[in-house]
């Protein structure tokens, strides 16, 4: 009976404190969803144009919508809005672009599935090629990049990612 009485009074409290802690029941989806350039690097010689394949790689999501902004170094590398070619078979269409910025460093595109779900994006895809012309060499390598302050990459979810 002592030994019964002991459990008891020691059960109770450990009890109460764990009932008392927050708990926190909800999964968190990683936005795991990146784009990448192939090949991550290329050598030229001014005059020369060279050419990168665009890829998106969904993760665990289901991308619907990506807004592209690529950055440039201009005194280096040219483009123009005929620069980026959509590859047909990504699934995606262009619905705003391609737009040379103000200041000609940065070139941004606006892509869709639209209104058709069946058309996600899964799986890494190639979404298109974007092509630089060298107008200057310099010493240290020129660098492209995709603007993490303005790309957006959205899922059926609708979740920015």
Request: hydrophobic share 40%; no cysteine.
């Amino acid at each position: 009976m002592i030994g019964f009485l002991f459990v008891t009074l020691l059960v109770i409290p450990i009890t109460v404190y764990l009932v008392q802690q927050q708990q926190e029941l909800r999964g968190r989806a990683t936005p795991n969803t990146t784009l990448s350039f192939i090949p991550a690097d290329q050598t030229a010689t001014v005059g020369a144009k060279v050419n990168f394949e665009i890829w998106v790689s969904p993760g665990n999501n289901q991308v619907n919508f990506v807004k592209l902004v690529i950055k440039y170094d201009s005194t280096k590398l040219s483009a123009t809005k005929d620069s980026f070619v959509l590859d047909p078979a990504s699934n995606l269409s262009i619905i705003e672009g391609p737009v040379i910025g103000a200041a000609g460093d940065e070139l941004s595109v606006n892509l869709s599935v639209e209104n058709d779900p069946t058309k996600v994006i899964q799986q890494d895809t190639k979404i298109g090629d974007i092509t630089f012309e060298v107008i200057a060499l310099s010493e240290t390598p020129s660098e492209i990049a995709f603007d993490d302050t303005k790309v957006e990459v959205r899922s059926i979810s609708g979740a920015n990612l």
